[in-house]
């Protein structure tokens, strides 16, 4: 009974982190941390599969070795905050809302920006 829960919430925690890559108050990493771990413990399959995947395991590989964000990944979330903000801007979002978007993006890019960049992997060979 157990495996079928871990394998829902790895599957639900895939599907949130494939969001948080492209919205801007969804964070992808803890999400894609939290499948990586839902499957270790439920489906060694999956587990490897999202290790290996091709976009989402060097999120996951640079978090856990690094506690990093690789610095393309940072301008990517930083442009898509801006540009969310810019919008509710331009499409009148009421002001109380504009300064409460405002703070919260700002907390999400301060935590961003203060991550380290992940390491030159040419340079560590």
């Given at each position: 009974?157990?495996?079928?829960?871990?394998?829902?919430?790895?599957?639900?925690?895939?599907?949130?982190?494939?969001?948080?890559?492209?919205?801007?108050?969804?964070?992808?990493?803890?999400?894609?941390?939290?499948?990586?771990?839902?499957?270790?413990?439920?489906?060694?399959?999956?587990?490897a599969w999202l290790i290996a995947h091709?976009?989402?395991?060097?999120?996951?590989?640079?978090?856990?070795?690094?506690?990093?964000?690789?610095?393309?990944?940072?301008?990517?979330?930083?442009?898509?905050?801006?540009?969310?903000?810019?919008?509710?801007?331009?499409?009148?979002?009421?002001?109380?809302?504009?300064?409460?978007?405002?703070?919260?993006?700002?907390?999400?890019?301060?935590?961003?920006?203060?991550?380290?960049?992940?390491?030159?992997?040419?340079?560590?060979?």
């Amino acid at each position: 009974m157990t495996r079928p829960l871990w394998i829902v919430l790895g599957c639900a925690s895939l599907a949130a982190g494939v969001a948080g890559a492209v919205l801007p108050l969804l964070p992808a990493t803890p999400f894609l941390l939290l499948a990586a771990y839902s499957f270790a413990q439920s489906s060694p399959r999956l587990h490897a599969w999202l290790i290996a995947h091709p976009r989402l395991g060097p999120i996951i590989e640079d978090w856990r070795r690094y506690g990093a964000i690789a610095r393309r990944t940072k301008v990517v979330a930083l442009a898509v905050m801006a540009v969310t903000l810019a919008g509710s801007a331009a499409f009148g979002v009421p002001a109380w809302v504009l300064a409460i978007q405002a703070v919260t993006l700002a907390g999400a890019a301060t935590f961003i920006v203060t991550r380290p960049d992940r390491p030159d992997m040419r340079r560590s060979h």
